[in-house]
């Protein structure tokens, strides 16, 4: 199995594939997604997570995610939802250590219980109950 990091998957646009980009970061279909259409918005510059992108970059990335928002909506009506995240180092779940931000479509049904969104990332503080 070729390691994802050496040399670096997201430093190869062809590689990776391209969905869209701007003179800074590009978008790129994930090739694992949690759901259909689920998207990677990967800046152009090997910088390994969210916190060491310039200024620049984060707008850059910004006006990507806005982007191909509005695409899978048009691609896909029943997209009603969506999760923005990433990971910020190994201990975070990162496995390619150059940035990049997962937009992933949800859909009506497409589990159980949606409660607690991006805190799944530990299961048991997912469904939680609000103090009265």
């Known amino acids: 199995m070729r390691d994802p990091n050496n040399p670096c998957l997201f430093c190869n646009?062809?590689?990776?594939g391209l969905a869209n980009e701007n003179e800074?970061?590009?978008?790129?279909?994930?090739?694992?997604?949690?759901?259909?259409?689920?998207?990677?918005?990967i800046p152009k510059?090997?910088?390994?997570?969210?916190f060491d992108l310039t200024d620049e970059e984060v707008i850059a990335c910004n006006e990507l995610?806005?982007?191909?928002?509005?695409?899978?909506?048009?691609?896909?009506?029943?997209?009603?939802?969506?999760?923005?995240?990433?990971?910020?180092?190994?201990?975070?779940?990162?496995?390619?250590?150059h940035?990049?931000?997962?937009?992933?479509?949800r859909r009506k049904g497409d589990v159980d219980n949606p409660q607690g969104g991006i805190r799944s990332v530990i299961p048991q503080k997912q469904h939680y109950k609000r103090k009265s």
């Open 13 to 16: 646009i062809k590689e990776s």
């Open 99 to 105: 940035c990049h931000i997962h937009l992933i479509p």
């Open 65 to 97: 995610i806005k982007l191909i928002k509005k695409e899978i909506e048009l691609k896909d009506p029943s997209v009603e939802g969506f999760n923005l995240g990433t990971n910020a180092g190994q201990i975070a779940g990162q496995s390619i250590l």
């Open 24 to 41: 800074l970061a590009y978008a790129s279909y994930d090739t694992y997604p949690v759901s259909d259409l689920h998207c990677l918005i």
């Open 45 to 50: 510059r090997h910088v390994k997570d969210y």
